[in-house]
Structures are given as structure tokens and as C-alpha cells.
């Protein structure tokens, strides 16, 4: 009986990550990358031999900026990926150099998360409706379902806070209420 529990248990495919997540130096050199964001980048076909190619053709792109080969994003601004049909929202973060690396520049950290629905800009809503950086980044957080608590995670703030940047939100959107400020953000993509 305990053979045949063990069997049927490792039987169990293994739940696939979450989130695809990649590490690279200060010069975009691979240091790590998950089994899911492999995946990702190699998706449809599955197989590939050079994550480190992999990620100067496909990740590069993302971290530069018109101009200058190692402009980066903001931090925590999230980027659309797109790998086949399937979208991917990625965040950027700096991250403090490691143990032993005196370099002055910080490693880059890279977070891919599955997106769902269509995609829209979201750049257009927040010229509309005057929205600072962090009113913004939390409506980004409304709109795939967080709840105060996992945005004040995410942003690094108090809940209170969450709550006061949802309530300036929506003043400026004229409305009272989160689902509102959904419907208005549906409206303004017809």
C-alpha cells in the first residue's frame, strides 16, 4: 500500500512556476533564469540550446531604451512581452550587487507574468486623467485583480496608502467606486 501511494505520488505532474523569472549582470549577461521563463522564451517550440542568445535577442530589446544600449525602464513599471499568442507582463527591478561583486552597477531582475485579456494602453488613461506614477502603477494592480493588501505588497506601502491612492483615482476619474473606475477604463478602450 505505501509502494503504491509512493508510485501514484510521483506520478503527479509537477506544477509549472508561476512566474518566469531571469537575473542578469550589469552588462545583460545571463546569471540565472527559472525553468518557466525558458519556456516562455522558447515558446512554441520548446527546445533551444542558448538561453544566453535567447535573452540578447528577445530580453535585451526590453531593458533598452531609444538611445543608450543600457537604459533601463522604470523600476517596477511593467513592459508587455509577448512569446507566440500568449502575453506577458514584465516587471524590472535593480537589484544590490552580490556578495564579492564590488562592480558599482546593480545586477537586473526580470519578473514575467502571464497577462490576461486584451491588451490596451494604459499610458492614454493616465494622460486623461492627470495620474501620477504610483495612482497609475495602481490601477495597473486594480485592473488584474489585486486586492489592497497584494498591492501594498507589490508597491512596497502600507494598505492605507493603497486605499488613499485608490481614492485619489477616483476623484480624478469622477467616479465612487473601484468597479467604476473598471467600467471606466472599459469605456475608454471602445
Wanted: hydrophobic share 35%.
Amino acid at each position: 500500500m505505501r509502494d503504491g501511494t509512493q508510485n501514484a505520488v510521483s506520478s503527479v505532474p509537477r506544477k509549472q512556476a508561476d512566474f518566469g523569472f531571469l537575473l542578469l549582470d550589469p552588462s545583460q549577461k545571463l546569471i540565472f533564469a527559472n525553468e518557466e521563463v525558458v519556456r516562455i522564451l522558447t515558446y512554441p517550440n520548446g527546445r533551444h540550446n542558448n538561453v544566453d542568445r535567447l535573452v540578447r535577442e528577445k530580453i535585451c530589446p526590453i531593458l533598452r531604451g531609444e538611445g543608450s544600449p543600457l537604459q533601463f525602464p522604470l523600476i517596477n513599471e511593467f513592459k508587455e512581452f509577448k512569446s507566440g499568442r500568449r502575453r506577458y507582463l514584465c516587471r524590472v527591478f535593480r537589484v544590490t550587487p552580490r556578495a564579492g561583486n564590488f562592480a558599482p552597477q546593480e545586477d537586473i531582475a526580470l519578473l514575467f507574468e502571464r497577462a490576461s485579456g486584451p491588451s490596451f494602453d494604459l499610458g492614454q488613461i493616465r494622460e486623461k486623467y492627470h495620474l501620477t506614477e504610483r495612482e497609475h502603477e495602481t490601477v495597473q494592480h486594480l485592473i488584474r485583480g489585486c486586492t489592497s493588501k497584494e498591492i501594498a505588497s507589490r508597491m512596497q506601502i502600507s494598505p492605507n496608502t493603497v486605499k488613499a491612492f485608490v481614492r485619489l483615482v477616483m476623484i480624478k476619474m469622477g467616479v465612487s467606486s473601484r468597479a467604476a473606475i473598471m467600467s471606466k477604463i472599459i469605456e475608454f478602450r471602445r
